[in-house]
């Protein structure tokens, strides 16, 4: 049974920084793209970053214009870890964060693209 366990949210202050871990198991997703998402009360859940390998030992990372600059995607595959390192937090970052898995080959940044996904984690930015 495949789980997707995220962590390292909270409550922080505007300019604050978050590091939050997605912990996988039942399956090995080291060749297929993970991602996060986020919803907002009220809004739909939208894209953030996706991390994705390409040829070799490069690969792609995917980010939001809203969080270009300030988030970083990064993941562990030998801890079979996600990351997303959130820098320079702002009031319209709270949300509730999602970790994602995808069973597709190539980029993913739409949710469709996802096949499993976490339970969340709260992340709330005061001003």
């Known amino acids: 049974q495949v789980q997707l366990v995220e962590s390292g949210g909270g409550l922080v202050q505007a300019g604050d920084s978050l590091r939050l871990s997605c912990a996988a198991s039942?399956?090995?997703?080291?060749?297929?793209?993970m991602g996060w998402f986020r919803q907002a009360p009220g809004k739909e859940r939208e894209f953030v970053a996706a991390h994705s390998w390409a040829r070799g030992f490069t690969y792609y990372a995917d980010y939001a214009d809203s969080v270009k600059g300030r988030f970083t995607i990064s993941r562990d595959d030998a801890k079979s870890t996600l990351y997303l390192q959130m820098n320079s937090l702002k009031p319209e970052d709270t949300a509730v964060y999602y970790c994602a898995a995808s069973q597709r080959s190539g980029r993913a940044t739409a949710s469709s693209d996802y096949d499993y996904w976490g339970h969340g984690t709260q992340v709330t930015v005061s001003s």
């Open positions: 039942g399956r090995t997703f080291n060749t297929y793209p």
